[in-house]
């Protein structure tokens, strides 16, 4: 199995890996997993400024849970990733083009100006998410149980993901209509 797929696999689960490793182990075990995740994130994934973000506040946390041994710092470790892409998408609509525009780009390397504006609100519903995202789950990881941290770190916030990713196709496809539409028209 691919090495980026074992990553993000480990990723995805690792609310769950909190939840169930704190209530079998100590913290202190639980942060050399994440620690374990990091490197492993840092020897496979290409390098960006991103992924140094996040590795470094991960590193940070998993060193406190390390010499701590609590579970806090680990719990945070969502709260940081939600961070960590609102200041790469904020950052993005300073510094064009944005995120979404470059993924469109991919595509379509030829975007037209309308496609260009609307890449940047889609940015901009994107920072509105991982702000909300990551204050739900900072308030999660500090006011609720392991066990409701650990269901929305680990589920709720991927199914809101996925939403928001179907409600943009959604309405990309009208977008692309309408536009198309209008550049067609005489």
């Excluded at 993924?103 to 379509?108: D, F, G, P, V």
């Excluded at 100006?113 to 990551?134: D, E, H, L, P």
Aim: net charge positive; with cysteine.
């Amino acid at each position: 199995m691919n090495a980026n797929i074992v990553v993000i696999v480990i990723s995805v689960l690792y609310p769950f890996a909190v939840w169930i490793g704190t209530r079998q182990l100590s913290p202190r075990w639980v942060s050399l997993f994440l620690l374990a995740v990091l490197l492993t994130r840092i020897l496979s994934f290409k390098k960006s400024k991103m992924m140094f973000l996040a590795v470094a506040g991960g590193l940070i946390l998993a060193a406190v849970a390390l010499f701590t041994n609590a579970a806090l710092p680990l719990k945070l470790y969502p709260v940081v990733m939600n961070a960590t892409l609102f200041l790469v998408f904020a950052a993005s609509l300073v510094y064009p083009p944005t995120v979404i525009e470059r993924i469109a780009r991919l595509k379509e390397p030829e975007l037209p100006s309308s496609a260009v504006f609307y890449t940047r609100r889609v940015t901009q519903v994107w920072c509105v998410f991982f702000i909300v995202n990551g204050a739900i789950a900072f308030y999660t990881s500090l006011y609720t149980s392991d066990a409701v941290w650990s269901l929305y770190n680990g589920l709720i916030a991927y199914f809101l993901i996925g939403l928001l990713l179907a409600i943009e196709y959604c309405v990309r496809i009208r977008f692309k209509r309408r536009h198309d539409a209008d550049l067609s028209s005489p």
